[in-house]
C-alpha cells in the first residue's frame, strides 16, 4: 500500500493509534498478517448476527458490532505499519484489498439474517454485492488512469459506521419493543447508499476518461500518419545510399 492509495482517516492522527502502530512495527507482526486477521474478525462478525436469528439475545449484536470495529482497526493497522513502519510488500495492494471484499461479505450476509424477516437474506446479498461492486469500481478506475476516489456516501468506513450504529440501537429495541425493524433499515440505507455510491464513482470516471485527449482525433491521425511516412521515406534514403569502403570500393 502506497500513500496515496489510502483513503483519508482522521482517526490516524490520534495518540493512540500512533503509539499502537509503533508497538506493532517493532513486533514480527506483518501488515499482510493484520489484513487477514481483519477477515477473521468480519467472519466473527457476521456469524454473531447469524446466531442473533436463532437466539435473539442481545448479545449477540453486541459483539457483532464489536468485531466490526476491530475489522476496521485492522484495516487501518495493516497500513500504518506498512507505510509508516516501512513493511510494507510488493503483494501488499493483494492483502489490502482481496479481505476486505470477503469481510464486508460476511457482515452484511449475516446481518441481513439477523434481520429475522423473510427477504433478510435478499437484503444482507444485495448490500454485500453492492458493496463489492463500490470497491470494483473504484480499482477499475484506477486501472484505467483516473484518480483513485474513496467517496462515499457508502464507503467502507460508513458502511461499517451505519451497520455498528444499528446494531447498538438494536439491542435498545430489542430489549425495549422486542421488534427488530432498526437492523432491516439499516441495511436498507447501506443498500441505497452503496448504489448511489457506485453511480458516483462510475460517473467521476467517466468524466475523466471522455476529458482525456483522443487519440481518434482526425488532425491527431493525420500527424502520425505524416510523421510515420517521413521517418519510413528516410529509412529507405539511408538504406539506398552507397557506402564507400577505405579501399575506396562501393558497396550497393
Known amino acids: 500500500m502506497t500513500a496515496s492509495n489510502r483513503r483519508e482517516l482522521k482517526t490516524r492522527s490520534k495518540a493512540w493509534v500512533g503509539q499502537l502502530t509503533t508497538r506493532l512495527v517493532k513486533t514480527n507482526i506483518t501488515p499482510n498478517q493484520i489484513s487477514?486477521?481483519?477477515?477473521?474478525?468480519?467472519?466473527?462478525?457476521?456469524?454473531?448476527?447469524y446466531a442473533f436469528s436463532f437466539n435473539q439475545t442481545w448479545g449477540w449484536l453486541l459483539l457483532a458490532a464489536i468485531f466490526i470495529q476491530l475489522r476496521l482497526l485492522c484495516n487501518m493497522m495493516d497500513g500504518l505499519v506498512a507505510v509508516e513502519g516501512g513493511k510494507g510488500?510488493?503483494?501488499?495492494?493483494?492483502?489490502?484489498?482481496?479481505?476486505?471484499?470477503?469481510?464486508?461479505?460476511?457482515?452484511?450476509?449475516?446481518?441481513?439474517?439477523?434481520?429475522?424477516?423473510?427477504?433478510?437474506?435478499?437484503?444482507?446479498?444485495?448490500?454485500?454485492?453492492?458493496?463489492?461492486?463500490?470497491?470494483?469500481?473504484?480499482?477499475?478506475?484506477?486501472?484505467?488512469?483516473?484518480?483513485?476516489?474513496?467517496?462515499?456516501?457508502?464507503?467502507?468506513?460508513?458502511?461499517?459506521?451505519?451497520?455498528?450504529?444499528?446494531?447498538?440501537?438494536?439491542?435498545?429495541?430489542?430489549?425495549?419493543?422486542?421488534?427488530?425493524?432498526?437492523?432491516?433499515?439499516?441495511?436498507?440505507?447501506?443498500?441505497?447508499?452503496?448504489?448511489?455510491?457506485?453511480?458516483?464513482?462510475?460517473?467521476?470516471?467517466?468524466?475523466?476518461?471522455?476529458?482525456q485527449p483522443s487519440t481518434d482525433n482526425p488532425v491527431i491521425k493525420k500527424e502520425n500518419l505524416d510523421n510515420s511516412n517521413t521517418d519510413s521515406l528516410t529509412n529507405i534514403s539511408q538504406t539506398n545510399t552507397p557506402q564507400t569502403n577505405t579501399k575506396g570500393e562501393n558497396h550497393v
Not at 36 to 49: H, K, N
Not at 169 to 196: K, Q
Request: glycine share 10%; proline share 2%.
Open 36 to 49: 487477514l486477521l481483519s477477515v477473521a474478525f468480519a467472519l466473527f462478525s457476521g456469524l454473531s448476527f
Open 89 to 211: 510488500t510488493k503483494s501488499g495492494e493483494l492483502f489490502n484489498d482481496i479481505p476486505d471484499r470477503f469481510a464486508d461479505v460476511f457482515i452484511l450476509l449475516g446481518a441481513g439474517y439477523a434481520c429475522s424477516v423473510s427477504y433478510g437474506a435478499t437484503l444482507g446479498w444485495t448490500a454485500a454485492v453492492l458493496a463489492v461492486m463500490t470497491a470494483y469500481i473504484r480499482v477499475l478506475g484506477g486501472s484505467l488512469g483516473a484518480p483513485i476516489s474513496f467517496m462515499g456516501p457508502m464507503a467502507k468506513q460508513h458502511r461499517m459506521a451505519v451497520l455498528t450504529g444499528s446494531s447498538l440501537f438494536a439491542i435498545l429495541e430489542t430489549m425495549i419493543w422486542d421488534s427488530h425493524y432498526i437492523l432491516i433499515i439499516g441495511l436498507s440505507v447501506i443498500t441505497i447508499g452503496s448504489l448511489w455510491t457506485c453511480y458516483r464513482r462510475a460517473a467521476t470516471i467517466y468524466r475523466f476518461l471522455e476529458n
